[in-house]
Nanobody, 121 residues
C-alpha cells in the first residue's frame, strides 16, 4: 500500500557530503513523523534524525551540526543532507515514516529498503 524509496547513498571521502532522499508513495492520507535511521555492521539500528508534522526535529548527538533533515509534505519527501562525513557514519541508512492510509485508521510505520553510505579514503 505504501512504499518508501531511498536514493543518494554511495562512497565518499571523509569530510565530504551526501544527500539522501526518500519518497513515499501509495494510498497516503497523511504522514506524521519522517526520519532516517542507520545500522552499521554488528550494531543496532539507531535514529539519526527525525522531523514531525509540525517541523520539530531531533538529531543523534554525533550528527548534530553536520546533518540536516527536511521534508516536503506536498511531495511526501524527506531529505537528509549530510556534511563533514566521518568514517563512523558508514552504515546502511533507512528511511522511516508514520503513515495514515486511505483505508487504515491511525498511523503505521513504514520503512525503505535501505541505502549504503560508506565514508572512506
Amino acid at each position: 500500500q505504501v512504499q518508501l524509496v531511498e536514493s543518494g547513498g554511495g562512497l565518499v571521502q571523509p569530510g565530504g557530503s551526501l544527500r539522501l532522499s526518500c519518497v513515499a508513495s501509495g494510498m497516503i492520507s497523511r504522514i506524521n513523523g519522517m526520519g532516517w535511521y542507520r545500522q552499521a555492521p554488528g550494531k543496532q539500528r539507531e535514529l539519526v534524525a527525525r522531523v514531525n508534522s509540525e517541523g520539530a526535529v531531533d538529531y543523534l548527538d554525533s550528527v548534530r551540526g553536520r546533518f540536516t533533515i527536511s521534508r516536503d509534505d506536498a511531495k511526501f519527501t524527506v531529505v537528509l543532507q549530510m556534511n563533514s562525513l566521518r568514517p563512523e557514519d558508514t552504515a546502511v541508512y533507512y528511511c522511516h515514516a508514520d503513515v495514515q492510509t486511505a483505508i487504515n485508521p491511525g498511523y503505521w510505520p513504514y520503512w525503505g529498503q535501505g541505502t549504503q553510505v560508506t565514508v572512506s579514503s
